[in-house]
């Protein structure tokens, strides 16, 4: 079979699982790699999860490939941080099956907290590194990276950047191999790393990457493409294409598939047959740091940045002095930025928070968005699970504010790491209030499964954990739920909670208004004669409301009649319609 | 030399441009082109201002995304996005533009004003503009969630592809139960586009 489709690099990288014969995915859901899960859970013939977390979904993956099964787990560049355990440990046992690793970068934090460079992990663990630059080799780089990882005993990654994760480009498809289980054979000074059998291993892992550095210099994931020699290019990735978009064959490039291990060599041959050397990749300069090491004269951060993502404008200006004719508009552009949804089940509690002028530990999810005017109830978001544990560092050095700070942490983000958070506040006593936001589904991502919902990836039918029940095993005595839609309970039971002189959580339930299930069948509208213009309906942040001529108004293809606005408004302007 | 057809569309999150930009990439891609489609998921699709890219060439397409004074045509889902983003056209291009106004939350909170006149300035800068009521033809197709088919009806008469092409294409993208209220749409944004 040989087919041709449009496809979503992301969604090739799946494919590119399906034809290579890989039977276990696991992952933790995050922008923007999100989707290759979500596609290789539609193949029949992969078992696909998610894990609670990328620790988990990296342990359990790397199992099923000692086990002998071809195995993959994908994450963002911080979720690399959370498996960032394992995966030092997986380069000294390497592996049975195959065990590919997909990492998706964000330069320019589209969707992210940081801009960290996920090759500083290749080189520190000592793992190969593929990096494709279109759909088409999202697919057949995970191939390869399946073939190098059971011809070395190494996992590999492949390293993809929100650009190439989710652009959609013309790929070529293949059927699936057969690739059979190997044996697993019992094996404890390759599996078991204690110091005697870590210490055989390590030089094994050293002399694997001089392998695979020597393998490098004569693969097709690396190649030269000739035009005017004046100009040489090094680059891999979204760069490649914005280059080549920018100088054509007006340069000659030196085009890494492989972007660790390099071979010095490789570089230098090509480095000596042109004039003028560029290389050229986004975020850090870790291919110029390598050349500079190796003595080969080239030029990088010097010109271009660190930080952002490039394009053929940027590469242009930066390099060629060169800029387009474009149209202008003179006026105040207001900026557009994003909001909690209309119907948010977020809104009602960020209301009370800023009311009651609380200090807020935030976390990872769409309640970051808490901390945007109205709301603006946020005081902190760092990764995935630090509000709770971040909330016991402060309160134990500043008791006297212990009953005006809380964190507030998503029923998905609360699964990935909140729970040892949460076992830190009771098992060494901090007199901390968490709030879990559980709205039945991970939902920045775009709609994960995870433990609390019910369902699996595959949409199996399974029994919930009970966020409750978590909470109590862990030792907390003082577990309460309610509706942050009513906004009065809400208010009632954070004050009751803040005022307690022991550890307690709320849980803060109401589904995602994004969810199928939740129709409210009805919208809301304001009657304008018995509005009173107190503006008390703007203060929750509704992007359905707004003031016209004086009054409120409501935007009725955007309500989707939650009717959070209604209980704010004290005239009974604002009325359920249909 | 051989150049590439830049299209970009401008919208709010939520809009459905990503459909829209689907659409386009499998048109290109039914008449030959090689084709690259870039999309933005994730944050920025809360309400936020969201850009997607289509590109297509009879040879082959580097890069995924489009640069300022690179579009060929720019279609706007909103009035406000297209003045925030009518850099990228280029200076001969066309833009699409709905006249539907989506205040942004600086706007609603008064912490900005929303500009008037936006369309007519463009338009009295020289650059060709087509604009619409794209939200208000949507309802009359039977659906306000068709703003996008509207717009690419709108497209339909100035691009390079047959109206009953781009109208398969729409066939071939739009799931069965929501396809007569589509076609609908687009009809209506090839008839008001003029």
Known sequence: MSDKKLLLGNAAVARGLYEAGCRYVSSYPGTPSTEITEFAAQYD???????????????????????GARAFTAMKHVGLNVAADPLFTASYTGVNGGFVIGVADDPAMHSSQNEQDSRHYAIAAKLPMLEPSDST????????????????DTPVFVRLCTRVAHSQSITALSD??????????????????????????????????????????????NRVEWGDKSVGIIASG???????????????????????????QMLKDFASQVEKLYVIEELDPVIETFCKAN???CIGKSVLPVCGEFSQELIAKLLLDKENNVNSYEGNVPVRPPVMCPGCPHRGLFYVLKKLRLTVLGDIGCYTLGGAAPLTALDTTICMGASVSGLHGFNKVRPESVNKTVAVIGDSTFMHSGITGLTDIAYNRSVSTVLVLDNHITGMTGHQQNPCTGLTLKNVPVEPVKIEDVCTAVGIKRVRTVDPNDIKATETAIKEELAADEPSVIIVRRPCALLKKVNYGCKYSVEADSCKSCRLCMGIGCPAISFKEGKASIDATLCVGCGLCETMCNFGAIRKVQ | MKSTTNIMIAGVGGQGSLLASRVLGALAISKGFDVKVSEVH????????????????DDKVASPVICRGEADYLLCFEQLEAARWIEYLKPDGVLVANTQKMLPMPVITGAAEYPEGIIEDIKAKG????????????????????????????F???????????????????PPKFLEINLKAFELGYNSAK
């Open chain 1, 238 to 264: 979204a760069s490649y294409l914005y280059a080549k978009e920018v100088f054509g064959n007006k340069a000659s490039y030196l085009k890494l598939g492989i972007v660790n291990p390099l071979n010095a």
């Open chain 1, 295 to 297: 003595g080969i004269d």
């Open chain 1, 45 to 67: 013939e992969i078992y696909a999860e998610w894990a609670p977390n990328e620790k988990v979904a990296f342990e359990t993956a790397l199992g099923a490939a000692i086990a």
């Open chain 1, 137 to 152: 080799e999202c697919l057949e780089f995970t191939k390869a990276a399946f073939e190098l990882s059971e011809k070395f």
């Open chain 2, 127 to 154: 650059v060709k503009v087509i604009d619409l009521d794209a939200l208000s033809l949507a309802a009359e197709a039977g659906s306000e969630k068709a703003v996008n088919i509207v717009l690419i009806g709108a």
């Open chain 2, 42 to 57: 994730g944050m920025s699709q809360r309400g936020g201002s969201v850009v997607t890219y289509v590109r297509y060439s």
């Open chain 2, 156 to 174: 339909a008469r100035f691009c390079e592809f047959s109206k009953e092409e781009v109208e398969a294409c729409i066939k071939s993208c739009v």
């Open chain 1, 176 to 221: 699936r191999e057969d690739v059979p289980m190997k044996d697993y054979v019992k094996n404890p000074a390759k599996f078991i790393m204690n110091p005697g059998n870590a210490v055989k291993r390590h030089p094994i892992v050293e002399q694997r990457s001089i392998d695979i550095a020597e393998y490098a210099a004569t693969s097709a994931l």
